[in-house]
């Protein structure tokens, strides 16, 4: 293949969770999502709900965004804090599984921390909002009354997160090679072009 690794970014209910595990089939390659997250809680000795509520509360503000990059180029821990952690405990096994071989990795930052090898292929899954609703209410079974606060909460979450460890922000189409709009062509022509693309075709 052209990219050995595949790393999606996603709105919340755009389907980016179920085009990442479709690739993997596909190309008969491993597909982690909260993989990542079981992991980093296993090597810091909590459970995997914590690290969402760290994830939830990471700061966006500037001054914790320079402060970590400085730590992660030092290789400093000392006097990080636990969201600081949780970011470089989640790098190592990023890190970790793209060493193991081909696979397809579902956010966390995955492209940026992988950002220097030359074989991973980076994407963000947006979609329209009344997609993502139906999406939000049928596959993931949230309540009708609740989906627009639960689409806000968790585009928030995983925006404030990315960029708070990045200094990027997490929809700049210039950080991903692909951009694709899964309400307009789909979930499967979604998994079509990656694969595609992916595989040099």
């Not at 969402?52 to 700061?59: D, K, N, R």
Request: aromatic share 6%; with cysteine; hydrophobic share 35%.
């Amino acid at each position: 293949m052209k990219y050995n690794i595949i790393a999606i970014e996603r709105e919340y209910a755009s389907g980016g969770n179920e085009i990442g595990e479709k690739i993997g089939e596909r190309l008969g390659i491993p597909c982690y999502g909260q993989e990542v997250l079981n992991r980093a809680a296993k090597l810091m000795k909590t459970v995997p709900e914590r690290l969402l509520h760290l994830e939830e509360t990471t700061s966006n503000s500037l001054l914790y965004s320079i402060g970590m990059a400085a730590k992660v180029m030092t290789g400093e821990r000392d006097g990080l804090s636990e969201e600081g952690l949780l970011y470089l405990t989640e790098e190592r096994v990023i890190k970790d599984m793209a060493m193991q071989g081909p696979c397809v990795i579902i956010g966390r930052c995955a492209g940026w921390i992988l950002r220097d090898r030359s074989d991973v292929l980076r994407v963000f899954i947006h979609a329209d909002r009344e997609f993502r609703k139906k999406r939000a209410v049928e596959s993931y079974g949230v309540p009708a009354k609740n989906v627009e606060n639960v689409l806000k909460r968790y585009d928030r979450r995983r925006s404030n997160f990315y960029h708070a460890n990045t200094c990027m922000s997490w929809d700049d189409k210039k950080g991903y090679h692909l951009v694709l709009d899964s309400s307009a062509i789909g979930i499967d022509e979604c998994v079509r072009t990656i694969c595609q693309m992916a595989k040099g075709e």
